[in-house]
């Protein structure tokens, strides 16, 4: 493929996840689902595409939001976690004993929302809680929720993955012969 497609496809990939996360404010519940959103069109333009390209998506995307948009705590979630993990989540599925795999997946997860709610709190003044109120029952209730979450998006990666495969990439890639 030749490489001004590629920069191309990159730019308006950049332009759309900017454009998408910036309108991440619209709601709360945007702050998680939006970086995860973006995160399929990562693993599109890595399968697509390639890694080289999907990288420099992720940095430029990475770079604007922190500039642009004023929901930093999306913009973290992006940065720290979902904005790379579809590109290097091939790597971690080569590990061949699966329950390593999945433990290094889940510590990557954890230790990365653990650094946007410490960023988020000591850097940029966002608290944990609405009305500042501290809860360790509700920062567990938090972990656990977010690392089922975190199962579901696996899942859904796999299958949007297999997806993509057989039935979508094909009728892209024909626009760009």
């Known amino acids: 493929m030749k490489k001004s497609v590629m ?20 709601l ?6 939006v970086p995860m959103v973006l ?12 890694a ?9 995307v990475s770079l604007l939001s922190l500039i642009i948009v004023p929901d ?17 989540k091939s790597g971690i ?18 230790v990365s929302v653990a650094a946007v709610e410490l960023i988020a709190y000591f850097v940029f003044g966002i608290p944990f809680f ?6 360790a029952a509700m920062i567990i209730i938090f972990a ?13 990666l796999n299958n949007f993955f297999v997806l993509y495969e057989k039935k979508i990439e094909k009728r892209i890639l024909k626009y760009f012969k």
């Open 7 to 26: 920069a191309a496809v990159g730019g308006l990939s950049s332009a759309l996840s900017v454009a998408v996360m910036f309108c991440s404010s619209l």
């Open 28 to 33: 709360y519940v945007f702050s998680y689902v």
């Open 39 to 50: 995160g399929l069109l990562m693993m599109i333009v890595k399968k697509t595409f390639s």
């Open 52 to 60: 080289s390209c999907a990288w420099c998506v992720y940095i430029s």
């Open 72 to 88: 930093k705590e999306t913009v973290l979630m992006y940065v720290l976690f979902f904005g790379y993990y579809p590109i290097i």
């Open 93 to 110: 599925d080569k590990i061949k004993f699966k329950l390593l795999g999945y433990l290094a997946k889940f510590l990557l997860f954890n």
């Open 130 to 135: 609405e009305d500042g109120s501290f809860s």
């Open 144 to 156: 656990v929720l977010m690392n089922v979450i975190f199962a579901m998006y696996e899942f859904l």
